[in-house]
C-alpha cells in the first residue's frame, strides 16, 4: 500500500529535551515536506526537500532540523523543543512531475511543556 | 507570495442538504493547481478534489464540485447531499504548476463543517 508513515503518533516532553519525528514514504518520491498546522493558521511549510541531500527552509523553519540521506526518510528533529512548538505536524510526499498531488501522513501531535 | 484566504471560519449544514465553502487566492501566476483537502477528527488529510486553473471546466467528484473562477481568484467547494461523514474542517490549498520545482502548497485557514440530523 502507497503511503506516508510518521511516528510517533503522539508526543509529550519538556523543553530543552532533543527529539525527532520520522518520516518514511514507499512510493518513491523525489519531493517531501513538512508542514505544521496551528489553529486558526492552516498548515506551513517547516522544511523540503527536493531529493537526496537537498533540503531547503519553508516559511516557518526556525528551530528545526531536517535530513535527507535517503530518498525514503525524511526526519524532522528538534534539538531544543520549546512550548511555542507544540503542534500538529504532517510529513507529506509527493513526485516533481505530475500533477502536483501530495500524499499526507497520519501527524504527529507534539506537546512541549 | 500566494495566499489563500477561507472567511467561513465555522459553518452547519442539515443531512442531506447542500453546503458551499468559499476560497479566494491571490496570485501572479497564470498556471497553477488548486485543492480541497478535508480533515475529519481523525486528522488525517484527504484530498478531495483538485482543479487546474488552465481547464475551464469545474472539477467534479461524486457529491463534491467545485466553482472556478480564475478571473475573480475564487474556488470554492460545494457538497451536495451532506452527510454526516463530511463532518471534518475543509482546507483550500494552491501550488503552483511547475511541479519540477520546489512548489509548495499554500494553505488557507480552514472552514469547520459540521454536518446536523
Known amino acids: 500500500e502507497a503511503q506516508v508513515t510518521q511516528n510517533p503518533r503522539y508526543l509529550i516532553t519538556v523543553t530543552g529535551k532533543k527529539l525527532t519525528v520520522t518520516c518514511s514514504q514507499n512510493m518513491n518520491h523525489e519531493y517531501m515536506s513538512w508542514y505544521r498546522q496551528d489553529p486558526g493558521l492552516g498548515l506551513r511549510q517547516i522544511y523540503y526537500?527536493?531529493?537526496?541531500?537537498?533540503?531547503d527552509k519553508g516559511d516557518v523553519p526556525e528551530g528545526y532540523k531536517v535530513s535527507r540521506k535517503e530518498k525514503r526518510n525524511f526526519p524532522l528533529i528538534l534539538e531544543s523543543p520549546s512550548p511555542n512548538q507544540t503542534s500538529l505536524y504532517f510529513c507529506a510526499s509527493r513526485p516533481l512531475t505530475g500533477y502536483a498531488i501530495q500524499y499526507f501522513g497520519p501527524g504527529t501531535r507534539l506537546t512541549v511543556t | 507570495a500566494q495566499t489563500v484566504t477561507q472567511s467561513q471560519p465555522e459553518m452547519s449544514v442539515q443531512e442531506a442538504e447542500t453546503v458551499t465553502l468559499s476560497c479566494t487566492y491571490d496570485?501572479?501566476?497564470?498556471?497553477?493547481?488548486l485543492f480541497w483537502y478535508k480533515q475529519p477528527p481523525s486528522r488525517q488529510m484527504i484530498l478531495v478534489i483538485r482543479?487546474?486553473?488552465?481547464?475551464?471546466q469545474n472539477a467534479t467528484e461524486n457529491r463534491f464540485s467545485v466553482n472556478f473562477q480564475k478571473a475573480a481568484k475564487s474556488f470554492s467547494l460545494k457538497i451536495s447531499d451532506s452527510q454526516l461523514g463530511d463532518t471534518a474542517m475543509y482546507f483550500c490549498?494552491?501550488?503552483?504548476?511547475?511541479?519540477?520545482?520546489?512548489?509548495?502548497?499554500?494553505f488557507g485557514t480552514g472552514t469547520r463543517l459540521q454536518v446536523t440530523l
Open positions: 482543479q487546474e486553473a488552465y481547464k475551464q
Open positions: 526537500s527536493m531529493n537526496v541531500e537537498a533540503t
Open positions: 496570485t501572479s501566476e497564470s498556471n497553477y493547481y
Open positions: 490549498a494552491f501550488t503552483r504548476l511547475n511541479t519540477g520545482t520546489a512548489s509548495k502548497l499554500t
